[in-house]
Structure formats: structure tokens, C-alpha cells
């Protein structure tokens, strides 16, 4: 099966073709971090008319590389959600008239659920089915949370973040030191030379039960809004110098924080859960220091270590026309019929 696949949930504008699920014959990406670096985030209205005047290059670009050319796409695959409404519409419009002129089965795809099959993209990944069940780490700019698979389509979020993503956290704390955007490759590559003890910040703590949580574990849920104020506080007490060691050990001790609170509530949930592996994904998986940490965590369970290549870990549509051709997502009509989907759930 030869599916295009269709990306553009956020600020990155992708098409991609996959054929049966893994074999990815194309993958095409136009980031959009020059137009938002400017303002120190997305801007929904800027990324959705990025969307429109690229995805037709990004589309033409990607059947063109694949080799399978138009008349050999089987099926056209799009995020639904979640993600920005304006960006959604530009890629589910695009997909759905290029499904209708094809006159091909149009398939609607859960942005976090694609993020969660990224690891088994490409013929020398593992197949999915030899690593049910696991538990997956998704950690983005906008998602943090742990899911418990069971197989493909069967989801049970167990923890998730009560306020911001861990990308978001590391965003805000590169905007908060004036290293720009986006944050986290910043932090990561300066971290290096850094020390990341010499400052303690806060893990996020234990959260207590609330409805909020929706009986969700607390113990395996997530909190950065502390770590953030906290930053703020010590650079109030102690502002930015021009020492670039000082700098670096500054963030050093900030991405020690997120990485941490995500690799304990990563070994608290493998201790309670009997499962083969630990997948991590989203754009925060590419960082360093966290892939470091929890090959740790991994190896003490006893369980293997799941990493989507760095081309798939960040926003792709070769996701999307993977999972798509894997036999997930909503298809037969329904999918026609269906709406964007901002605030889709797991």
C-alpha cells in the first residue's frame, strides 16, 4: 500500500509517501523556525499561510522522490489533530482534494498516535508487533505524557502534564536566558559544557490527586510551571553576566530538571507496569542528555529502548502515512465527513 501522507498540525510543513507501513521512499519538510524565531514561538496565522504557499511544493516534491508517482498513491493520510485549527485546515483541505481527484481512500490521522509509530518507521526498525506492550514517552512542544500500548490503535494515557509540555518548558527557559528559539536544541548543545549539579531546580514534585488528573496516576503525571518560576527567581537574584561558563552551567542545571522529572516518572511506571520496552518520542527525544538518562532508566527494567530516528522524532508526515498504512486512523467515509480536530485525544 502506497500512501501520501500529509503533515501540518503546527509550524512544520511535510509530505511524505511509505510504502506498507515502514518502507519510507520519501520525506519531505519545510520548517518554518526562521519566520517564528523573530517572535520566540509559533504564530498561528504565520504558520498557516506558510502552509498554503508550501505544502503543494512539499506534496509535488515528495511523489516526485518516491518514485511511485501519482498513479501508484493508494491512499492520501492527513493530521486531524491535534494541533493549531488553522494549520489542520490547510493540510486536511489539501489532502482531501487530492483524494477526491484520485478518486482514493482519504485516512485521518491522530497526530500523538503517529509520534508514538515513528519508532517503528524503516526496514531496520523492529516490528510493532514484537514489542507489545510498551510504554511510550511522548514528549513535544505541545504533548507530554505516557501512554501504555497494548498494540496498535489500543491506548491508556497513564500520565500526562498538568500545564506546560517539557518543550514548551525548555522554550520558555531558553526565552527567559535570551538564548532564542527554538530552546531546546539551544540548551542541549550548551548543557554540554556545562555542570549540571551546580544548580538544583525542581522535578516537578508529587503532584496530589485531582479531578483535573481524570484518575490518572499523579505519581506519573507532570508539572513544569514551578521550574519555570524558579528559573525566573534565580535570574532575578542572579542576572546573566556575559560569563559563558556560568551560562552554560545555568543550563546544564535546567535541562537536568526536565530530563529528570521525565526519566523518574519514566522508572516509576516501569516498575509498575510488566511491559517489553520504553519508546520515546516527539521533537524532545532528540535531546542528548534525556536519550542518556533513559537508556539508564531502560536498562535498570530490564526492558529495550525504543528511539525514532532523529529525521522522525520532530513533526513529519512520514508518520502519518506510516501509521496510515499500518491500518490505523479513521477511513470508509467517516473520514469525509469528518472535521478538524485541535484538541483530538489518544
Known sequence: MNVLGIETSCDETAAAVVVDGRDVRASCIFSQVALHGPYGGVVPEIASRSHVTTLPRMIEQAVAESGVGWGGIDAVAATFGPGLASSLLVGVSGARGIAQRL??????????????????????????????????????????????????GQYE??????????????????????????????????????????????????????????????????????????????????????????????????????????????????????????????????????????????????????LSKPRYCADNAAMIAGLAGAGEGIRGGADLAMDINPNMRL
Open 103 to 152: 478518486n482514493k481512500p482519504l485516512i485521518a490521522i491522530n497526530h500523538i498516535e503517529a509520534h508514538i509509530y515513528s519508532v517503528f518507521l524503516d526496514g531496520d526498525a523492529p516490528q510493532a508487533v514484537d514489542m507489545m506492550p510498551f510504554l511510550a514517552l511522548v514528549v513535544s512542544g505541545g504533548h507530554t505524557m505516557i501512554v501504555r500500548v497494548t498494540g496498535l
Open 157 to 306: 494515557v497513564l500520565g500526562r502534564t498538568v500545564d506546560d509540555a517539557a518543550g514548551e518548558a525548555f522554550d520558555k527557559g531558553a526565552n527567559m536566558m535570551n538564548l532564542g528559539y527554538p530552546g531546546g536544541p539551544i540548551i542541549d548543545k550548551l548543557a554540554r559544557d556545562g555542570d549540571a549539579q551546580a544548580i538544583h531546580f525542581p522535578r516537578g514534585g508529587r503532584l496530589k490527586p485531582s479531578p483535573m488528573l481524570g484518575g490518572m496516576d499523579p505519581a506519573l503525571c507532570f508539572s513544569f510551571s514551578g521550574l519555570k518560576t524558579a528559573l525566573l527567581y534565580h535570574l532575578r537574584d542572579t542576572p546573566l553576566s556575559g560569563d559563558a561558563q556560568a551560562l552554560a552551567t545555568l543550563a546544564a542545571s535546567y535541562q537536568e530538571a526536565i530530563v529528570e522529572a521525565l526519566a523518574g516518572r519514566c522508572r516509576t511506571a516501569l516498575a509498575g507496569y510488566d511491559v517489553k520496552a520504553l519508546a520515546v518520542v516527539g521533537g524532545v527525544s532528540m535531546n542528548g542528555r534525556l536519550r542518556e538518562r533513559l537508556a539508564d532508566v531502560a536498562r535498570e527494567a530490564g526492558v529495550t529502548l525504543l
